[in-house]
């Protein structure tokens, strides 16, 4: 199992109950305003004001991956760092480490209940409760960094809280989330850029034109100095390295641990962070970097049991560019058939995550995800899947899916995917 899955606790109703009972706080899932949290942060004391230096991500595809190299760079040179990610895979204590430790269950639920105690039972969202306990737990603990992924957007994320950070990052920005941050990409953009803070270094990773004049705009008005890649950094690969050049030098690493050609772009967003913040050990970062559920292989489990000689990989990609990245990283790997497992929330654009996997693969089936109300019917899933000329079927769960592909095709490639809710009771189910 990935050191970033923690193992199961032994008992966690404590969280659990705190958990299940913030998630009826407020009417909506999402609802972007700091306003709540304003109110919060100043009954719990302000601890965003008592983090240590906070590198601040924002993005629509990439961030995860970015944060987890910038932190293995750190860690590897002796830095302690604290780090925040969502949405989790099989536990919520995964959303949190502290110094490089997932939070334990008598940390967690004694800083959701605090949480719980100064909200009173005031209109909050599940997100913005469980961010404000998250900057809690981390105020407490000494550490020389705090890593922190926005949740949705930026302008108005609830991690969007805290005054002045060391430094920014923006991974690439493309078209998800519509019903939230704008149905253009300029919209989408300046949402993200709302995490740019004025004075405060941004790494900028690729982008298309619309994004780029979004960003570079909010950045002028803020005076805050860009590192945008193509202009102040490239990344790339050049005889089976990665080659990262700067304004300080070159670079010449392994490639990244992390599967995927997209994996380069997010590797050089690392390495600039670093060689901005003036510590971190390059190589640490792009071959020990830690990130579940972002083509993975699955190596041992029941599942992979049931995939008898058929390779078995997991990825929670769930919009186009995740889609174009998916299909990037099956036609980097070695030419065996690939048969996909999809589910999929009835939230996203469908056909433009499939259009890029139709390229690639065989065939699709479908499932629907447990447990989640959002989600986009098996039947659904493999009709858009045949719209994109995907041949295409529905099974009952993902291991039937599973065991059913390795029956018929012996020695392929299956890749589940679709959703990071679907990876995380794929991931439950394995062990």
Known sequence: MSETLAPRAASQEASDALLARMMQLHPK?????????????????????????????????GKGSTQAMIRAGLEAAGRRV????????????????????IISEEALAGVLAEAEA????????????????????????????????????????????????????????SIDHQQYLGETLAEIASAKAGIIKRGVP????????????????????????????????????????????????????????????????NAGAALAALRTLGEGDPEAAVTRADWPARMQRLKRGPLVDAAGDCELWLDGGHNP???????????????????????????????????????VAESLTAVSIPGEPNTLPAEETA????????????AETAADAVARIANAYPGARILICGSLYLAGQVLRDNG
């Not at 304003?38 to 302000?46: D, K, T, V, Y």
């Not at 009709?383 to 529905?394: K, N, S, Y």
């Open 29 to 61: 899932v999402i609802d972007l305003t700091l306003e709540r949290l304003e109110r919060l942060m100043p009954a719990l004391g302000n601890p965003e004001a008592a983090l240590p230096p906070i590198v601040h991500i924002a993005g629509t595809n």
């Open 82 to 101: 604290h780090a925040y990610t969502s949405p989790h895979l099989a536990r919520f204590h995964e959303r949190i480490r502290l110094a490089g430790e």
């Open 118 to 173: 100064a909200n009173a039972g005031a209109n909050i969202t599940y997100f913005e409760i469980t961010t404000a306990a998250a900057y809690l737990a981390m105020s407490r603990v000494p550490a020389d960094y705090a890593l922190i992924e926005v949740g949705l957007g930026g302008r108005w994320d609830a991690t969007n809280i805290f005054a002045a950070p060391r430094l920014t990052v923006i991974t690439p920005v």
């Open 202 to 265: 941004c790494v900028v990773g690729p982008q298309e034109e619309a994004a780029l004049e979004v960003i570079e705009a909010e950045a002028a008005r803020l005076g805050a100095p860009l590192l945008v890649h193509g202009q102040h950094w490239r990344a790339y690969e050049e005889r089976g390295r990665l080659v990262f050049e700067d304004e300080r030098g070159l670079l010449d690493l392994p490639l990244p641990n992390l599967p995927g050609p997209h994996q380069i772009q």
């Open 321 to 359: 560019a995740g889609g174009i990245a998916v299909a990037a990283s099956l036609k980097a790997m070695d030419g065996r058939p690939v048969h996909l497992v999809c589910g999929m929330l009835n939230t996203k654009d469908i056909a433009g995550y499939l259009r890029p996997l139709a390229d």
């Open 383 to 394: 009709a858009a899947a045949a719209a994109v000329g995907l041949p295409a079927t529905t």
